[in-house]
């Protein structure tokens, strides 16, 4: 056994231990109910992540997909009372729009992506800020309850935000590894040279990796929006960098070609478990953020391929 | 004074120096040449200490020396003038020619500009170069920034005591000729101080210059001869080695190609400064090889015919229809297949199987609605590999992991898999050993049997020759003379070379 056919098992076992460790020191956490309930909490979250694992498996990167989710969170609150439920098929397009725009730019006025995003991103947050008026927006409980209730509660025992997230995941999955489009995904992410000189339409393969993140951001900040029963133009803030942190402690690395959607879920709920343990500790919710930071610098660091980087700016 | 003795050098799959014996004397101006791929390069890399040697040793008046890197080298007064230049365009001149040993005129952390300046112009003054230190190095001629490079290596004379050895690397590439006269003077009159490695593929030139000539060929020096008893004949000879062995490029299979039909042709196409007015007819069964020096425009053409680069004026006709677009999506549709030159990158996907880059580029063959039939693309992939005799223990294993023989099968069954009947190979058989170079040999015959068209690029002159149907020679990016390769006519590599040079 070397340590390059460990790796690919790095995630789920740092998982495995994680637990452990939390429920040896808090058995409460390993009781099944109250791990569901964790779980359940954290789906926005792994929705976003799903989106985002997209961008970072091509290589690239999607800093807009928080400021995504807080415009969602205004579209939605804002638009409900005229819309009903199909404002969910507003929010998703307007994710799809902005995450093609971000592809767009970067790949064909070849900006890099992590400058695309987030200048997209800071566009979406001033939509977010001007339809909101700046102000905490609040939907109204019948009309939410009526079109988007049944995407919380609980049918025996199963929180159906969990239900949800299963589903997105599989979605997901089936994009990545059964289609012509996620094989495509590999091939740029793994060697994109030979992509292009196999006769692949590159550009429109990546402009739709980028879609398809900003779609799930939307889903991401529509069930958020539902869950806290408003839409305000910060409302998202801090999912970016626990997003980025469970693609990449996942086994993405930012490099891409190798992990997947399926790796970002075991990264989700080591995030999670990571979050429980500080909880358990009593670390503050402002210091959460710098142990979560350096994480990520961590998870970076040990994933990256550096055979196919040769300069860092 | 500077030698080295029984070195060699391994890469993997490659034995890139056998036993290398190699010497410079004081004051001397030594030649190297060899074709590409003769192991020119390692060498110079291992002479300014970017490589180290496997086996052998480094002498430096009869004490062994031995190069972690580049600047141990130069302080053992070693430089090298690169053929790409390592001056930074943005800085200037006098910046340039002090690059990393800047200290000498800074006091208390300020830099002294003046004296800078003055050391700079002492540095170009050996070159015989009056330009203010000062200018931006971007806004020199190319020539001008040769010399200013130059400069910047003869600093080392400064630095060390002792002799000096400096390499020069096809210095002369794009010089004008009264340039290289220049070049040619100064460098003589620095023998005084330093002695000179020059690498070159233009033979007359590294004949006119140097003293003695090391010949390479297949990573071993195979002739060493001094200026007076030079022979041109024979050093070209040397380089390219054995007799031209038909057996070993299947010649007695090389048919009569089908002239009555035309799947791409060329029409006073032009590209940039990449090539010029090139027109040709690639027919059925044919292999059209287009020989020239590195950046020729050899490759620009190939890339234009697969739709990577779009050309600038000129008719490209491809199966009776002209192309407008030029993309590679375009031309997979066409029917062109890309074997690129650079097999790892452009070439094969690592990370992904055999499977998957086989159908990598026909996707919609083995898919419905988007979805993959990954059953039908292993039943295939395992006929392939039956069929060309790929050894991978299965389908599913990762491609570069394979051996470069092996990945360049990959990649051909990808394209003739596809249907692809015109087949672009550029240098198919780049550090290919013997056996897979035959394997490829091979399958260039059955292609054209099958009526397959082929545009190649060859790794070497013989290849050229022994392959093709029809050989064109271009020379910066235009066209100079094209060779009928009809088995019993075929040109010789003195006439190829009398073109291409």
Same mark, same amino acid.
């Given at each position: 056994?070397?340590?390059?056919?460990?790796?690919?098992?790095?995630?789920?076992?740092?998982?495995?231990?994680?637990?452990?460790?939390?429920?040896?020191?808090?058995?409460?956490?390993?009781?099944?109910?109250?791990?569901?309930?964790?779980?359940?909490?954290? @789906? *926005?979250? $792994?929705?976003?992540? /799903?989106? %985002?694992? &997209?961008?970072?498996?091509?290589?690239?990167?999607? +800093? #807009?997909? !928080?400021?995504?989710?807080?415009?969602?969170?205004?579209?939605?609150?804002?638009?409900?009372?005229?819309?009903?439920?199909?404002?969910?098929?507003?929010?998703?397009?307007?994710?799809?729009?902005?995450?093609?725009?971000?592809?767009?730019?970067?790949?064909?006025?070849? @900006? *890099?992506? $992590?400058?695309?995003? /987030?200048? %997209?991103? &800071?566009?979406?947050?001033?939509?977010?800020?001007? +339809? #909101?008026? !700046?102000?905490?927006?609040?939907?109204?409980?019948?009309?939410?309850?009526?079109?988007?209730?049944?995407?919380?509660?609980?049918?025996?025992?199963?929180?159906?935000?969990?239900?949800?997230?299963?589903?997105?995941?599989?979605?997901?999955?089936?994009?990545?590894?059964?289609?012509?489009?996620?094989?495509?995904?590999?091939?740029?992410?793994?060697?994109?040279?030979?992509?292009?000189?196999?006769?692949?339409?590159?550009?429109?393969?990546?402009?739709?990796?980028?879609?398809?993140?900003?779609?799930?951001?939307?889903?991401?900040?529509?069930?958020?929006?539902?869950?806290?029963?408003?839409?305000?133009?910060?409302?998202?803030?801090?999912?970016?960098?626990?997003?980025?942190?469970?693609?990449?402690?996942?086994?993405?690395?930012?490099?891409?070609?190798?992990?997947?959607?399926?790796?970002?879920?075991?990264?989700?709920?080591?995030?999670?478990?990571?979050?429980?343990?500080?909880?358990?500790?009593?670390?503050?919710?402002?210091?959460?953020?710098?142990?979560?930071?350096?994480?990520?610098?961590?998870?970076?660091?040990?994933?990256?391929?550096?055979?196919?980087?040769?300069?860092?700016? | 004074?500077?030698?080295?003795?029984?070195?060699?050098?391994?890469?993997?799959?490659?034995?890139?120096?056998?036993?290398?014996?190699?010497?410079?004397?004081?004051?001397?101006?030594?030649?190297?040449?060899?074709?590409?791929?003769?192991?020119?390069?390692?060498?110079?890399?291992?002479?300014?200490?970017?490589?180290?040697?496997?086996?052998?040793?480094?002498?430096?008046?009869?004490?062994?020396?031995?190069?972690?890197?580049?600047?141990?080298?130069?302080?053992?007064?070693?430089?090298?003038?690169?053929?790409?230049?390592?001056?930074?365009?943005?800085?200037?001149?006098?910046?340039?020619?002090?690059?990393?040993?800047?200290?000498?005129?800074?006091?208390?952390?300020?830099?002294?500009?003046?004296?800078?300046?003055?050391?700079?112009?002492?540095?170009?003054?050996?070159?015989?170069?009056?330009?203010?230190?000062?200018?931006?190095?971007?806004?020199?001629?190319?020539?001008?920034?040769?010399?200013?490079?130059?400069?910047?290596?003869?600093?080392?004379?400064?630095?060390?005591?002792?002799?000096?050895?400096?390499?020069?690397?096809?210095?002369?590439?794009?010089?004008?000729?009264?340039?290289?006269?220049?070049?040619?003077?100064?460098?003589?009159?620095?023998?005084?101080?330093?002695?000179?490695?020059?690498?070159?593929?233009?033979?007359?030139?590294?004949?006119?210059?140097?003293?003695?000539?090391?010949?390479?060929?297949?990573?071993?020096?195979?002739?060493?001869?001094?200026?007076?008893?030079?022979?041109?004949?024979?050093?070209?000879?040397?380089?390219?080695?054995?007799?031209?062995?038909?057996?070993?490029?299947?010649?007695?299979?090389?048919?009569?190609?089908?002239?009555?039909?035309?799947?791409?042709?060329?029409?006073?196409?032009?590209?940039?400064?990449?090539?010029?007015?090139?027109?040709?007819?690639?027919?059925?069964?044919?292999?059209?090889?287009?020989?020239?020096?590195?950046?020729?425009?050899?490759?620009?053409?190939?890339?234009?015919?697969?739709?990577?680069?779009?050309?600038?004026?000129?008719?490209?006709?491809?199966?009776?229809?002209?192309?407008?677009?030029?993309?590679?999506?375009?031309?997979?549709?066409?029917?062109?297949?890309?074997?690129?030159?650079?097999?790892?990158?452009?070439?094969?996907?690592?990370?992904?199987?055999?499977?998957?880059?086989?159908?990598?580029?026909?996707?919609?063959?083995?898919?419905?609605?988007?979805?993959?039939?990954?059953?039908?693309?292993?039943?295939?992939?395992?006929?392939?590999?039956?069929?060309?005799?790929?050894?991978?223990?299965?389908?599913?294993?990762?491609?570069?992991?394979?051996?470069?023989?092996?990945?360049?099968?990959?990649?051909?069954?990808?394209?003739?898999?596809?249907?692809?009947?015109?087949?672009?190979?550029?240098?198919?058989?780049?550090?290919?050993?013997?056996?897979?170079?035959?394997?490829?040999?091979?399958?260039?015959?059955?292609?054209?049997?099958?009526?397959?068209?082929?545009?190649?690029?060859?790794?070497?002159?013989?290849?050229?020759?022994?392959?093709?149907?029809?050989?064109?020679?271009?020379?910066?990016?235009?066209?100079?003379?094209?060779?009928?390769?009809?088995?019993?006519?075929?040109?010789?590599?003195?006439?190829?070379?009398?073109?291409?040079?």
């Amino acid at each position: 056994m070397n340590l390059e056919r460990i790796k690919p098992h790095f995630p789920w076992l740092t998982l495995l231990a994680l637990a452990l460790l939390v429920g040896i020191a808090n058995p409460s956490f390993l009781v099944p109910s109250s791990l569901l309930s964790l779980v359940a909490d954290i @789906v *926005p979250l $792994f929705i976003m992540a /799903l989106g %985002m694992t &997209f961008a970072i498996y091509i290589g690239g990167i999607d +800093l #807009s997909v !928080q400021q995504l989710a807080n415009m969602v969170t205004v579209i939605a609150t804002v638009y409900l009372a005229q819309f009903g439920a199909s404002v969910a098929v507003i929010c998703i397009l307007a994710g799809l729009l902005f995450g093609a725009v971000s592809g767009y730019v970067t790949n064909r006025l070849y @900006v *890099p992506s $992590f400058v695309s995003t /987030l200048a %997209m991103g &800071f566009i979406a947050l001033s939509v977010a800020k001007y +339809l #909101s008026g !700046q102000r905490a927006l609040y939907m109204d409980a019948t009309l939410r309850d009526a079109n988007f209730g049944w995407m919380f509660g609980n049918t025996a025992g199963v929180p159906h935000e969990l239900v949800i997230a299963v589903f997105l995941l599989a979605l997901a999955w089936f994009l990545q590894k059964k289609t012509t489009f996620g094989r495509a995904l590999k091939a740029i992410g793994s060697g994109e040279p030979a992509a292009v000189a196999s006769g692949l339409n590159v550009v429109r393969v990546k402009v739709l990796a980028f879609a398809v993140s900003g779609a799930f951001a939307a889903i991401a900040g529509l069930m958020f929006s539902v869950k806290l029963s408003g839409g305000d133009a910060n409302l998202a803030n801090g999912f970016l960098l626990l997003a980025i942190v469970a693609v990449l402690v996942g086994g993405t690395p930012l490099t891409g070609g190798v992990g997947g959607v399926i790796n970002t879920a075991v990264g989700t709920l080591i995030v999670m478990v990571i979050r429980a343990a500080m909880v358990y500790v009593e670390i503050s919710a402002t210091q959460q953020q710098m142990i979560f930071g350096v994480v990520l610098i961590i998870a970076i660091a040990l994933t990256i391929d550096r055979s196919k980087m040769q300069i860092v700016k | 004074m500077y030698g080295l003795r029984k070195v060699e050098k391994y890469f993997p799959g490659v034995h890139a120096l056998r036993r290398v014996d190699f010497h410079v004397n004081r004051g001397e101006i030594v030649g190297l040449v060899g074709e590409n791929g003769a192991g020119k390069s390692t060498l110079m890399k291992v002479i300014y200490g970017a490589y180290q040697p496997d086996a052998g040793g480094i002498f430096i008046d009869d004490k062994e020396v031995r190069f972690q890197n580049p600047r141990q080298a130069m302080e053992n007064g070693i430089g090298m003038v690169f053929q790409e230049q390592s001056l930074i365009p943005n800085l200037t001149v006098m910046e340039n020619i002090f690059l990393g040993y800047e200290r000498q005129f800074v006091n208390f952390g300020v830099i002294n500009w003046n004296a800078f300046a003055e050391a700079a112009k002492k540095q170009l003054a050996k070159v015989k170069l009056d330009i203010d230190p000062a200018t931006i190095t971007s806004e020199l001629s190319f020539a001008q920034r040769q010399l200013v490079d130059l400069a910047k290596v003869l600093t080392i004379e400064d630095r060390i005591e002792g002799d000096l050895v400096i390499l020069l690397d096809e210095p002369t590439s794009v010089l004008a000729r009264e340039e290289v006269e220049l070049l040619f003077g100064l460098v003589r009159g620095l023998t005084k101080r330093a002695s000179f490695i020059f690498v070159s593929h233009r033979i007359d030139e590294v004949l006119d210059l140097s003293d003695r000539i090391y010949v390479m060929k297949d990573g071993a020096i195979v002739d060493v001869v001094n200026h007076d008893e030079v022979n041109v004949d024979s050093i070209q000879h040397k380089m390219v080695g054995r007799e031209i062995d038909t057996e070993y490029y299947r010649e007695q299979k090389q048919k009569p190609y089908n002239a009555s039909e035309v799947l791409l042709s060329f029409d006073n196409v032009s590209l940039g400064t990449r090539y010029k007015d090139i027109s040709f007819e690639l027919h059925p069964g044919e292999v059209l090889c287009l020989v020239g020096t590195e950046g020729s425009g050899r490759e620009a053409i190939l890339r234009t015919v697969f739709g990577l680069e779009a050309p600038d004026s000129g008719t490209v006709t491809i199966k009776n229809e002209q192309v407008w677009h030029f993309t590679a999506e375009g031309g997979v549709w066409r029917g062109v297949g890309y074997v690129p030159r650079e097999r790892k990158i452009e070439g094969i996907v690592g990370g992904m199987n055999v499977y998957e880059n086989m159908t990598l580029s026909q996707m919609q063959n083995f898919s419905r609605a988007g979805t993959l039939l990954e059953s039908n693309e292993k039943a295939f992939a395992r006929e392939w590999i039956e069929r060309l005799g790929i050894k991978t223990p299965s389908e599913n294993k990762d491609c570069g992991g394979l051996s470069g023989g092996n990945q360049q099968k990959v990649v051909l069954a990808k394209w003739r898999s596809g249907g692809s009947d015109i087949i672009l190979l550029d240098h198919p058989t780049r550090g290919l050993d013997i056996g897979a170079k035959e394997d490829v040999y091979e399958m260039i015959r059955e292609m054209c049997d099958a009526g397959v068209g082929i545009l190649l690029v060859a790794d070497t002159l013989e290849e050229a020759i022994g392959l093709s149907h029809t050989i064109l020679v271009i020379k910066d990016g235009e066209f100079q003379k094209r060779f009928d390769g009809t088995p019993g006519s075929k040109p010789s590599l003195y006439d190829l070379l009398h073109h291409m040079i």
